[in-house]
């Protein structure tokens, strides 16, 4: 077992990564001292799969744990679901020093966080992320919270889990798609922040697509090992954490205007790492060839490198991007790389240069006007 | 005016005391530094009679706010609401820089501090509390919240406000069942922090019933002051944040089975506080000339002291007094005092001996009972 510190001084806490690492879930609870009651948030995906042996352990290590499953999908991160959520919580009578166990994907770590993070106005949860994507990325770092039809995320908070528990055999069951998702951000780690790290997934991808027990410990240990770095020293995202946004402004607007149903979150990020690497290019001086490599090595891990937008798409898309999180003053703040392993956050482009790169009939138009110049 | 610092390190701000400040609300809030977008959250009562205004203060020192006026009352305390909020903040495109500003009383508070909270992870909010209750109280130490059908404040957050502005001038218009609920508070802050206060308010009564300015400026001023000093102690009520909680374990249970309707909150925690002090007689060595003043002190500001309760509604008052939040380990923690001026938290005391004192037929049969042994 890998043991990951996650260092946010009385916030501190440890992720866990390895094998069999569900069954001891209630072991690991018990050393945090809470009281008796808990909930275990689940889904209707994951429940049926995993939720009776947390419910075991948990009662095997004292607890007196209720079974709370929503709906699978990305449609369950809105407020009614919250609310059925904290009903459930009261009905089981869970009290301040209570917690929540999010069992699940990124979807139940951030709403079931959101439950936690506003039930008694907070209470202690432990994540254990089902998914590859959710243990490399949304269960560290305390985001959590739910989308409005404005857009995703808009709504939530900074909680940090107790504990994180990456029980790496989970992921044996889940499809290949899903898997690759996760791999985006796994890319992303190494372009923000790693270059080696960049470098061994250039060499292990065909193994870490066959899900090599050691290269998959290696890769989620070191992928929230980069993740833990940064969110250490910027837990509230004043400035470096934004950097984990590579790729998120484009994929987060591709997201809403697809209603959150065609893309995978990892899907949309991939090409919208595609994008910030060519205005990384553009503006930053990044090399072609490093912009060529992260291209490539998300295309071998079998992601969607590039989308075309019909042109009402397009404005959709631009009026998506301005609702970001990360709109200052009305502007676009991206975040571009310099190389690969060395990114900038930040940075102002016009939405007009983004629609460019994705409207290939806009971007040969603008080239046509400027050669009659 | 008068100015009460509220020391929170990072978080601390102060407390504006005076008349005509809501004319002032637009340049106290440019000396924040936010961006320029905000929300004025308002209710259909006061919206009419000061919305115009506080937007005009807003529009004059540069600021571009949006009015959001939600259903007057203790049922506007709902997730659909809080939802409603959020979607009307993206619709103005209300960013991290953006500000909300409630206005109204202690509902407007908790919901619209609830709202900023939430929106994009937590953005800065302004109080402007419109009733004594929420000057003296809820508008001061970032309790923010909403309710849910099995309890008052089961949902919130801690989250505090960067500003408090109490505009005395709009306390006039303000019913006078109202005002005197919120008297309940100010005489709470006597009895568990302030011998003195409670003196001065025992001699000028009558002067601040006819809401005579000077009383009323040093009543909501002394009042700010106990309530910061007790916040500035224990911020998110981890021990003696709770001893501002005297006559409210009884006094939200009261307002929960009547659905929020019948009592208002001061009302509710009048008996409350009355209950507490016959239980701090009993268990606490409370002088009963202590209880007494509190009682008489009570009356006096035309606020209930006791209740009658049906065997059915004692019932369900005891259910809610155990989803307090203060209920650790299933035992009813009350906050005691020793003498007026001097508490004590963290009390247990089992339910049947609180329902005794509310229930003077089950008081007989148990006296009788003790007689035959």
Known sequence: MRVVPVSLGERSYKILVGGGLLDRLGRECARLGPGRRCAVITDSNVGPLHGARAMESLRAAGFDPVLVTIPAGER?????????CHDELA????????????????????????VAATYLRGV????????????????????????LKAGKNLVGAFHQPRLVLCDLD?????????????????????????????????????????RDAAELAWVVARSCAVKAWVVGQDETESGLRAILNFGH???????????Y???????????????ASQLSVATQGMPQADADRVRALLQRAGLPVETRLANAQATRLAAAMQLDKKVVGGEVRFV????????TWGQAVPIDRVLELMLPSRADAGAGATGLE
Request: hydrophobic share 50%.
């Open 336 to 343: 571009l790389a310099r190389r690969i392993g060395e990114v």
């Open 261 to 275: 149903g065609k893309w995978l979150h990892g899907e949309a990020i991939s090409v919208g790492q595609v994008v």
């Open 249 to 259: 402004t484009v994929g987060h607007a591709l997201e809403a205007i697809s209603a």
């Open 76 to 84: 369950s991160k809105r407020w009614q679901v919250v609310a059925r």
């Open 170 to 210: 989970v992921l044996g069951t889940l499809p290949a798609r899903e898997f690759q998702s996760g791999i985006a951000e796994v890319i992303k780690y190494g372009v923000i922040a790693d270059a080696a790290m960049f470098r061994r997934l250039e060499r292990g991808m065909p193994r870490l697509l066959a």
């Open 124 to 147: 202690a949860f432990v994540q254990v992320p089902t998914t590859l994507l959710a243990q490399v990325d949304s269960s560290v770092g305390g985001k959590v919270g739910i989308n």
């Open 91 to 114: 009905k089981a009578r869970l009290e301040r020093r209570s917690f929540v166990v999010a069992l699940g994907g990124g979807v139940v770590g951030d709403l079931a966080g959101f």
